[in-house]
Each structure stands twice: as structure tokens, then as C-alpha cells.
């Protein structure tokens, strides 16, 4: 359990939000992946502190709910967006939306707030016979989509589903940029792409359906073998988060 400071926070686009963390306990993170998942804790509103649990397992997840609502922090996860130890500095990028708890924190976080951060492991496991690769995701996937380009030269096609043109930037040329409001879709997309022609690797991550959809296309229509795709569920339409 690592609890950090906000440094900096800067608005990207209308739907996203970079916060940096800092602190000694940076340096206790250790980062085995490009797409580092950690849990965040954060107060919720009226609280004055942060209340961490002390167990670095999953015992954790009982400390919280044993604690009483007026002092449990709100737990989400998300993905590192990149560290610098020489700093002892996180960029967590944060998809924004609505009123919803930790859109509204992240909209209201101030220079020496507290947060704490959990490791979680990856889930990007690239098999050595890839010779391109495929990431799709829709906007809670960005982060650790643009983590994976960031350490990689192979041959890759990216397609990233936002909600609005507004949060399109101009970031790696590999993206391919899709917006709700245009009414396109990450699947959809993904249906109509010429895939690579040598063997590839495929992480697909955000909402359920969305995750769950591109690997049903991709292996019982383009024949691609299971143990090729990485698919996460970051979330799922219609139902919050526990906390």
C-alpha cells in the first residue's frame, strides 16, 4: 500500500484529465508491465483524510468494507499512464464522465490531496511468435493503450473508441481514432479492418461487451487462436462500481 501526494493536475480534453502523484512511495512501486494496473483510493467527499487499509494482500478488500462509510475511501482501478522514479512521480490519466465519484474527485483535486495506490499486476502478455500486434479499447483503455506504444516498435493497429470528436488528440500516428458521436464503434471497426498478415497478438480492454465482442469476432470469424488474445473487462454498461 503506497499513499502519494497530487502534484499536478491537467485537463487533456473535454473527457480526460492527467493527475500526477508523488511521494517516497514511489519508489516502492514496481512496474512490471505496460499496462500497470493499480487500485486508486481516494477520500470521498466531506472527508478530510484519506483512510488506507494496511493489508498488501487481499485481505485489503475486507479492511475496507469493515471500515464505517464517513471514513472508507473509494477504491477504483485503473492503469498507470507512466513513472518516473527519478522523481519520484505517477501520471495516472483519468477518462472523466458524469458526476460520478471519481470523476468528480479528479475534477476537484488540488496540489497535496492524498491517494493511494495498490499494485495489480498486468495483463499484457505478447507471445514471442507476434510479429504485429492489435489493441483496441474504448476510452478507460486509452491510458494503458498509449503505455503499450510507448515500449513497442513492432507493427501495430490501434483502434480507440471515445465519446466524442472533442477528446480525439493528436498523439502516436498508429491510433485510429473512433467517436460515439459520429456513431462509430470499436467492434464495428474492428470488423471491417484488413488484420495483419503474419501472426499477431491482440489486447482488447474496456467495457464488457466491447471486450467481449472483438475476441468472439476475431476467433470465430478470422480464425485467430485464443491463446493470441488478451481481453479485459475494465467495466460494464449500467453498473457502477463497489465502494
Not at 499512464?81 to 475534477?107: K, L, N, Q, T
Not at 506504444?149 to 493497429?157: A, C, I, K, Y
Not at 464503434?185 to 497478438?201: H, N
Request: avoid cysteine; glycine fraction near 8%.
Amino acid at each position: 500500500m503506497i499513499t502519494l501526494e497530487v502534484r499536478r493536475r491537467e485537463v487533456l480534453s473535454p473527457g480526460f484529465v492527467s493527475v500526477t502523484f508523488g511521494g517516497p512511495g514511489v519508489r516502492d512501486l514496481v512496474v512490471a508491465g505496460a499496462d500497470q494496473a493499480v487500485r486508486l483510493f481516494f477520500p470521498r467527499a466531506g472527508q478530510t483524510a484519506l483512510r488506507m487499509p494496511t493489508a498488501s494482500s487481499e485481505a485489503w478488500m475486507a479492511q475496507v468494507l469493515l471500515m464505517p462509510r464517513a471514513t472508507r475511501p473509494w477504491v477504483r482501478n485503473l492503469t498507470i499512464r507512466r513513472v518516473r522514479p527519478a522523481d519520484d512521480e505517477v501520471d495516472i490519466e483519468f477518462a472523466v464522465h458524469g458526476d460520478s465519484p471519481m470523476s468528480s474527485w479528479v475534477r476537484g483535486v488540488e496540489p497535496g490531496d492524498q491517494a493511494g495506490l495498490f499494485d495489480m499486476g498486468t495483463t499484457y502478455r505478447r507471445p514471442e511468435h507476434a510479429e504485429a500486434q492489435l489493441l483496441v479499447g474504448d476510452e478507460t483503455a486509452l491510458p494503458a493503450i498509449l503505455s503499450i506504444l510507448d515500449g513497442t516498435q513492432l507493427p501495430t493497429d490501434v483502434y480507440v473508441e471515445v465519446a466524442t470528436r472533442a477528446d480525439i488528440r493528436a498523439l502516436d500516428p498508429r491510433l485510429h481514432w473512433l467517436s460515439r458521436d459520429d456513431g462509430d464503434r470499436a467492434p464495428e471497426a474492428v470488423r471491417q479492418a484488413t488484420l495483419p498478415s503474419v501472426p499477431f497478438y491482440t489486447w482488447v480492454a474496456g467495457e464488457s461487451r466491447l471486450a467481449t465482442s472483438v475476441r468472439r469476432h476475431l476467433v470465430n470469424d478470422r480464425g485467430v487462436a485464443k491463446r493470441d488474445i488478451t481481453f479485459i473487462g475494465y467495466w460494464r454498461q449500467g453498473r457502477s462500481a463497489p465502494g
